[in-house]
């Protein structure tokens, strides 16, 4: 420990050590298992390593710089190594060897690491379970926007985020780290650690915040007169290859942390990360996507570099290069099957619409695979485990005036006539509509609080077999049913998804 702990805005550095008694430590390095705690440990005696992970070796105390024999202890359960190379050899026997994972976490904390764990070795640990544990971690998609310069004629309080723009912000890890560092509090203490996984083209970083003023050991430890290890929270940041997004998880608290602090821990990096991203005459905010899930593949189709972005549910046939395919090209069946079927259906009863004949099962995963494209497969490893939407529609009113001049004359009106007084009520309808959605605190319609929510291991998969099962009229369902507006959470007025709770969309 340091004799002298001055309070500063430095960063936590990699080699500060935790002790290899605090249940959180133990508690991280449980969770992995033994190939994974030996690997680690190999990994942790790995030249580049080695500096923020010094192990416990015999201590030369003789005149001549060799082991000292009197100073080894009998009673020691495991005895230090004399070499890293000795120590590098134990390791790699021991995975050739069988046992059981609570012998190597008890070797790594009261052996060869018995002087504390370093926050490089700690964030080591959150990784390797994060690499095994895909789906242990909830992502919430940002999109990152650049903001309008100010207009000199118009009285515009504030910048707005131009979402017309093809500006992308240039990320260097040091000097987004050493920016994003001048955005924390002074009484807030982080460490940043960034990791390339092996399975996604995402570049993480973890960032470990602590309550205390001091940078030093005395930040860590449970007798600190500012904050200890014990209130710290972790947070998740994954920025994707080729992409204007950012993922970001929720906090998490290695004890017992109120609701209120993680909250302003995620506003806090939510603010400061567009901070760290600007430059002059460059300003860059953050946008919530509405977008969350435990599946990073699913966050990288919708929020990635590639074109499945602005190409969900059907449209999704269209966003593969290798497919040559055109939206002219017809994907609904022919006019006979459609024909024959649509009577069917007329004639069939609501509680028998089970597509059990083969034309009628045949019609509705064609249906499907309009409506879906090559989306929402059981078998992509892309699928959401949860929809909520909030349906904000009035009450339909009871006593609804019949249109003008819709009588049995109608029958006799020109064809031409007819469309044009179907494209103005068309026009009427969506003009009623705009000022329907603008008058929400309309207190005469009353709007029943109706709030769907769809679980499941692939939420839009799952949707997609009612369709072909025929439980689901896909003709008639709406969009955001198939996974084309790319959210998870939204407010449902007159059919359109609208951004909940101020998200923008």
């Given at each position: 420990?340091?004799?002298?702990?001055?309070?500063?805005?430095?960063?936590?550095?990699?080699?500060?050590?935790?002790?290899?008694?605090?249940?959180?430590?133990?508690?991280?390095?449980?969770?992995?298992?033994?190939?994974?705690?030996?690997?680690?440990?190999?990994?942790?005696?790995?030249?580049?390593?080695?500096?923020?992970?010094?192990?416990?070796?015999?201590?030369?105390?003789?005149?001549?710089?060799?082991?000292?024999?009197?100073?080894?202890?009998?009673?020691?359960?495991?005895?230090?190594?004399?070499?890293?190379?000795?120590?590098?050899?134990?390791?790699?026997?021991?995975?050739?060897?069988?046992?059981?994972?609570?012998?190597?976490?008890?070797?790594?904390?009261?052996?060869?690491?018995?002087?504390?764990?370093?926050?490089?070795?700690?964030?080591?640990?959150?990784?390797?379970?994060?690499?095994?544990?895909?789906?242990?971690?909830?992502?919430?998609?940002?999109?990152?926007?650049?903001?309008?310069?100010?207009?000199?004629?118009?009285?515009?309080?504030?910048?707005?985020?131009?979402?017309?723009?093809?500006?992308?912000?240039?990320?260097?890890?040091?000097?987004?780290?050493?920016?994003?560092?001048?955005?924390?509090?002074?009484?807030?203490?982080?460490?940043?650690?960034?990791?390339?996984?092996?399975?996604?083209?995402?570049?993480?970083?973890?960032?470990?915040?602590?309550?205390?003023?001091?940078?030093?050991?005395?930040?860590?430890?449970?007798?600190?007169?500012?904050?200890?290890?014990?209130?710290?929270?972790?947070?998740?940041?994954?920025?994707?290859?080729?992409?204007?997004?950012?993922?970001?998880?929720?906090?998490?608290?290695?004890?017992?942390?109120?609701?209120?602090?993680?909250?302003?821990?995620?506003?806090?990096?939510?603010?400061?990360?567009?901070?760290?991203?600007?430059?002059?005459?460059?300003?860059?905010?953050?946008?919530?996507?509405?977008?969350?899930?435990?599946?990073?593949?699913?966050?990288?189709?919708?929020?990635?570099?590639?074109?499945?972005?602005?190409?969900?549910?059907?449209?999704?046939?269209?966003?593969?290069?290798?497919?040559?395919?055109?939206?002219?090209?017809?994907?609904?069946?022919?006019?006979?099957?459609?024909?024959?079927?649509?009577?069917?259906?007329?004639?069939?009863?609501?509680?028998?619409?089970?597509?059990?004949?083969?034309?009628?099962?045949?019609?509705?995963?064609?249906?499907?695979?309009?409506r879906f494209g090559d989306s929402a497969i059981v078998t992509d490893g892309k699928g959401v485990e949860k929809v909520e939407i909030l349906v904000q529609d009035p009450f339909p009113a009871s006593n609804v005036a019949e249109p003008q001049g819709l009588d049995d004359a109608d029958d006799e009106q020109q064809p031409q006539d007819r469309r044009r007084s179907k494209l103005?009520?068309?026009?009427?309808?969506?003009?009623?509509?705009?000022?329907?959605?603008?008058?929400?605190?309309?207190?005469?319609?009353?709007?029943?609080?109706?709030?769907?929510?769809?679980?499941?291991?692939?939420?839009?998969?799952?949707?997609?077999?009612?369709?072909?099962?025929?439980?689901?009229?896909?003709?008639?369902?709406?969009?955001?049913?198939?996974?084309?507006?790319?959210?998870?959470?939204?407010?449902?007025?007159?059919?359109?998804?609208?951004?909940?709770?101020?998200?923008?969309?």
């Amino acid at each position: 420990m340091a004799r002298l702990s001055v309070p500063t805005k430095a960063k936590l550095p990699s080699s500060l050590r935790v002790e290899s008694s605090n249940p959180a430590v133990i508690k991280s390095l449980g969770r992995l298992s033994r190939s994974s705690l030996i690997s680690l440990a190999l990994d942790w005696l790995d030249e580049s390593s080695l500096p923020n992970a010094v192990p416990y070796l015999v201590q030369r105390r003789n005149d001549h710089g060799e082991p000292d024999s009197d100073n080894d202890d009998p009673d020691d359960l495991y005895p230090p190594c004399r070499s890293l190379d000795d120590l590098r050899a134990l390791y790699t026997d021991m995975q050739t060897q069988k046992g059981a994972k609570r012998d190597v976490v008890t070797r790594i904390l009261e052996g060869d690491w018995r002087h504390g764990l370093t926050l490089y070795q700690l964030a080591m640990v959150d990784f390797q379970h994060l690499d095994h544990h895909p789906t242990s971690q909830k992502w919430t998609a940002y999109a990152i926007l650049p903001l309008k310069p100010p207009s000199k004629d118009a009285n515009e309080q504030g910048l707005k985020a131009d979402e017309k723009s093809l500006t992308i912000p240039r990320f260097h890890p040091s000097t987004f780290l050493q920016n994003f560092q001048q955005q924390l509090l002074p009484d807030v203490k982080a460490h940043y650690h960034f990791y390339r996984p092996k399975h996604f083209p995402v570049l993480l970083l973890r960032v470990f915040v602590i309550d205390s003023p001091y940078n030093t050991n005395l930040a860590l430890t449970d007798a600190g007169p500012a904050a200890n290890f014990s209130s710290s929270r972790t947070v998740y940041l994954a920025f994707p290859d080729g992409s204007p997004s950012l993922y970001i998880t929720k906090s998490q608290a290695t004890g017992p942390v109120s609701l209120g602090e993680s909250k302003s821990l995620r506003s806090l990096i939510v603010n400061g990360v567009p901070k760290a991203l600007s430059r002059p005459r460059e300003r860059f905010t953050l946008k919530s996507t509405n977008l969350s899930s435990k599946n990073l593949d699913a966050l990288l189709d919708k929020r990635g570099s590639g074109r499945a972005n602005a190409a969900g549910g059907g449209w999704s046939i269209y966003a593969d290069e290798k497919a040559q395919k055109s939206p002219l090209d017809p994907v609904l069946p022919g006019a006979p099957i459609a024909k024959k079927s649509l009577n069917a259906d007329r004639s069939r009863k609501r509680h028998g619409s089970l597509a059990t004949g083969p034309r009628e099962g045949k019609r509705a995963r064609l249906v499907a695979k309009a409506r879906f494209g090559d989306s929402a497969i059981v078998t992509d490893g892309k699928g959401v485990e949860k929809v909520e939407i909030l349906v904000q529609d009035p009450f339909p009113a009871s006593n609804v005036a019949e249109p003008q001049g819709l009588d049995d004359a109608d029958d006799e009106q020109q064809p031409q006539d007819r469309r044009r007084s179907k494209l103005d009520a068309a026009l009427r309808q969506a003009q009623a509509d705009v000022e329907d959605i603008e008058d929400e605190a309309d207190a005469s319609r009353w709007t029943p609080a109706v709030r769907l929510c769809f679980q499941g291991s692939h939420v839009f998969a799952g949707l997609r077999q009612l369709v072909e099962a025929g439980i689901v009229d896909g003709e008639r369902m709406p969009g955001w049913m198939t996974g084309e507006e790319g959210v998870t959470t939204g407010a449902l007025r007159h059919g359109r998804i609208r951004g909940h709770k101020g998200s923008g969309l």
